[in-house]
Every structure is written in C-alpha cells, then in structure tokens.
Nanobody, 126 residues
Framework: QVQLVESGGGLMQAGGSLRLSCGSS????????MGWFRQATGKEREFVAA????????DYAESVKGRFIISRDNNIDTAYLQMNNLKPEDTAVYYC???????????????????WGQGTQVTVSS
C-alpha cells in the first residue's frame, strides 16, 4: 500500500523559507511522478509543482515560479518542495501526491494523481 507522509510545514514570516518533505513507502518510488498541491481555507485545491520520475522534468504554477523548487531523491524515496520568499497568500495545507508515470511527462491536474498524503499546514504571516 502506497503511503505518503509530508513534513516540514509551520509558521513563517513573509520573505522566509521552508522546505517540505514527502516520504514515500509501499511502491517503487522511482517509477512515480510526484506533485505538490495546496488548499487554502475556503478555496479549491490547486497545483503547485510537479516532477517527473527521473527529476529531469519539472512544472510550476505561475504563482510560485522563481520562488519554489521541487526536487526528489530516489535513493531515499523522498520528494521535496523548497519554498523561498514566502508570501501570506502561500498560506495553505500542502499535499504531496504520486502517480505511476515512468516517463518525463509531468501532470498538473489533481485527478491524475492516485495517491495523496495527509497534508501539512504552512502559515505565512505578514
């Protein structure tokens, strides 16, 4: 059974940085594309970033381009989201997600992902 566990969320002042981690188990991590999504209170879940199985292909939402970096370490079955220059509008619950995709194609739509973590809260104060 595939399990994803996020960590690294917390409270940060605007302009600061946080790194989220997504530990994975129960599957061959290197065959899965990974994504990060977020959901703010009262809003729909939205795409943040995605990375291909190899790490060579990435995709970002316009709102985080130049500030967030998605990466992965297939040796330890972990994906990361480095968040820099945080803004109050980045406040949300952040979810990592996985989909079986042994290719360089990334996906930015939530229904494309089969497995989801429980989420970690990120709060950015102004």
């Amino acid at each position: 059974q595939v399990q994803l566990v996020e960590s690294g969320g917390g409270l940060m002042q605007a302009g600061g940085s946080l790194r989220l981690s997504c530990g994975s188990s129960g599957h061959t991590f290197s065959s899965y594309g990974m994504g990060w999504f977020r959901q703010a209170t009262g809003k729909e879940r939205e795409f943040v970033a995605a990375i291909s199985w190899s790490g060579r292909s990435t995709d970002y939402a316009e709102s985080v381009k130049g500030r967030f970096i998605i990466s992965r370490d297939n040796n330890i079955d972990t994906a990361y989201l480095q968040m820099n220059n945080l803004k109050p509008e980045d406040t949300a619950v952040y979810y990592c997600a996985a989909r079986f995709a042994p290719s360089e194609v990334t996906a930015n739509a939530a229904p494309r992902y089969k497995y989801w973590g429980q989420g970690t809260q990120v709060t950015v104060s102004s």
